[in-house]
């Protein structure tokens, strides 16, 4: 195990970073909905189609895409939280993390959900980065990521009940993969960090 520590540099180099990119990451979330306004919502037909050849495509895309202002504007704030929470860990494994929901969240919503439905938004991210940060520190030993899981255990914990089925227009096969997602993403990327 490193006993190696970061310089204040280092530290404020790295929340600069991991700002800029949350930041930047609901930036674009925001432009590509004002595009889909002004193309009167036809990028949401880019969603994940579950078990559609096309519908694939909304694996890479559908946590982009949000169906309006009211979908996107609740995502916005947990996605800016997470977001930040994840990447300032460390930014090369935070997206190495994302990348393993995104995929682990899009292949289970276009395997398991209802043919013929669509899903589309950021909360596969947002359940698989908390279940992420709530178990990383478990994987790596670390007091500080230990305390932040609980901490947000504690606080967003009820959240994960959004798994469960039951809201009607709610992807939670897309929540619950996300979630899926996240705790592979704890296990394998943080496991392969400490190596």
């Known amino acids: 195990m490193s006993t190696r520590h970061r310089s204040g540099a280092d ?21 590509i909905e004002v595009l889909d306004a002004v193309w009167s919502r036809d990028l949401d ?3 994940v189609r ?14 982009l895409l949000h169906a309006g202002w009211d979908h ?54 947002v359940f698989g980065w908390l279940v992420y940060l709530m178990l990383r520190g478990v994987f790596t030993r670390s007091a500080g990521e230990i305390i932040l899981g609980i901490v947000l255990f504690l606080a967003y914990g009820g959240l994960l009940l959004g798994v469960l089925p039951g ?9 619950l993969f996300g979630a899926v997602g996240g ?10 960090s400490r190596a």
């Open 72 to 125: 996107l504007s609740g995502n916005t704030l947990p996605v800016l939280v997470l977001a930040f929470l994840v990447l300032v860990g460390g930014t090369e494994r935070g997206l190495a993390a994302t990348a393993v929901i995104w995929l682990v969240g899009g292949l289970g919503v276009w395997l398991t959900a209802p043919a013929y439905s669509l899903h589309l938004g950021a909360s596969v991210l």
């Open 45 to 47: 037909t880019y969603g």
């Open 50 to 63: 579950p078990r559609d050849d096309d519908g694939l495509v909304g694996v890479a895309l559908a946590p």
């Open 183 to 192: 705790a592979l993403a704890a296990s394998w990327v943080d496991r392969r």
């Open 167 to 175: 809201q009607p227009g709610v992807s939670w096969q897309g929540h």
């Open 11 to 31: 530290l404020g180099g790295t929340w600069a970073r991991a700002a800029v990119l949350s930041v930047g990451f609901v930036a674009l979330l925001w432009a």
